[in-house]
């Protein structure tokens, strides 16, 4: 089993910074892929950002000049930095990270519980 805790959300005002931490630990043999999603009320789960075991990441158009998305293997932890903050940002922040538990050639999914953020205008 792998369990993912998430940290860093929070109240910030509009044009603010917020960094986000989701640490992984467990039965894990290698991480490959990390990602973060939000959801914000009323609305379905969106894909912001992954990196996978190199490194490469790709973020979606609507964030990428705002978000960046790194990661620390000695930690097992992905972060997401957030600059110049907007209201439409408001939502719960989720991490995803894809996780090999054993030498066998299996993959596993799994999502933290979430990090509220709010941007205030």
């Known amino acids: 089993q792998v369990q993912l805790v998430e940290s860093g959300g929070g109240l910030v005002q509009a044009g603010g910074s917020l960094r986000l931490s989701c640490a992984a630990s467990g039965s894990i043999y290698r991480i490959n892929l990390m990602a973060w999603y939000r959801q914000a009320p009323g609305k379905q789960r969106e894909f912001i950002a992954r990196?996978?075991?190199?490194?490469?990441?790709y973020t979606t158009d609507s964030v990428k000049d705002r978000f960046t998305i790194s990661r620390d293997n000695a930690k097992n932890t992905v972060y997401l930095q957030m600059n110049s903050l907007k209201s439409e940002d408001t939502a719960v922040y989720l991490c995803n990270v894809n996780v090999r538990v054993s030498p066998l050639p299996y993959d596993y999914d799994y999502w933290g519980q979430g990090t509220q953020v709010t941007v205030s205008k």
């Open positions: 990196i996978d075991s190199g490194d490469a990441t």
